[in-house]
């Protein structure tokens, strides 16, 4: 079966600092990657999507920016974090053609 | 464009009352509707979802019909318990091999016992 796992699951960092969020699937290859970040009472909002390795669409402009070095992994990263990035970030996989997502357990974000 | 709109929370209940969250959507094509949900300090999973008109989703206890005449997707439950509380998130696909899925903004659940 498919598991998908990312890390770390919580982080405080100070404004200006730099981010790694990674994340990885198994049990499939070629998935579709996602990154999505929730804050607080404004939903799910789609931060980038991944086809391939390599191959990374950004849905909103932001300081943050997300890599596929390999199939199953996906990092978010940002060279300088802001205020405004405090948030629970979520990685997701869907099978291609398959319709569902599957969510990992969630990073929490927290800028000082 | 496409998008999903739900009932705003956040919506507090006694165990065993009934439930209905809203959902309505405004997509092109025909796509698939789902709804996840999300416990206290974890990722989102699936609950329920259907892929056509008039089909029914249903998973544990919670049910959620496709109506294309109204563009709805509306979840409901019978008698809710505790363990329900949660953040429901209502979504749709519209069918690309991208798998672009559009979530609304979430639902909070309070079920007290």
């Known amino acids: 079966s498919q598991t998908i796992h990312q890390w770390p699951a919580t982080l405080v960092q100070p404004v200006g600092s730099p981010l790694s969020l990674e994340c990885t699937v198994e049990?499939?290859?070629?998935?579709?990657l996602y990154w999505y970040r929730q804050a607080a009472g404004r939903g799910l909002q789609l931060l980038f999507y991944?086809?391939?390795?390599?191959?990374i669409s950004s849905e909103v402009p932001q300081n943050l920016s997300a890599s596929r070095p390999q199939d199953r992994q996906f990092i978010l990263s940002s060279k300088k974090l802001l205020l405004s990035d405090s948030g629970f970030y979520l990685c997701?996989?869907?099978?291609?053609?398959?319709?569902?997502?599957?969510f990992g357990e969630g990073s929490r974000l927290t800028v000082l | 464009g496409n998008s999903v709109t739900q009932m705003e929370g956040p919506v507090t209940l006694s165990e065993e009352a009934f439930l209905t969250i809203n959902c309505t959507y405004t997509?092109?094509?025909?796509?698939?509707l789902f709804w996840y949900v999300q416990y206290p300090g974890e990722g989102l999973q699936l609950l329920l979802k259907?892929?056509?008109?008039?089909d029914k989703g249903s998973n544990k206890g919670f049910e959620a019909t496709y109506r294309k005449e109204t563009t709805s997707f509306h979840l409901e439950k019978g008698s809710v318990q505790v363990s329900d509380s949660a953040v429901y998130f209502c979504?749709?696909?519209?069918?690309?091999?991208?798998?672009?899925?559009?979530f609304g903004r979430g639902t909070q659940l309070t079920v007290w016992p």
């Open positions: 259907a892929t056509k008109a008039d």
């Open positions: 979504a749709l696909d519209r069918g690309s091999t991208l798998g672009r899925l559009y």
């Open positions: 997701a996989f869907m099978i291609q053609g398959a319709g569902e997502l599957f």
């Open positions: 991944s086809v391939g390795i390599g191959q």
């Open positions: 997509a092109t094509g025909y796509p698939s």
């Open positions: 049990g499939t290859s070629n998935p579709n």
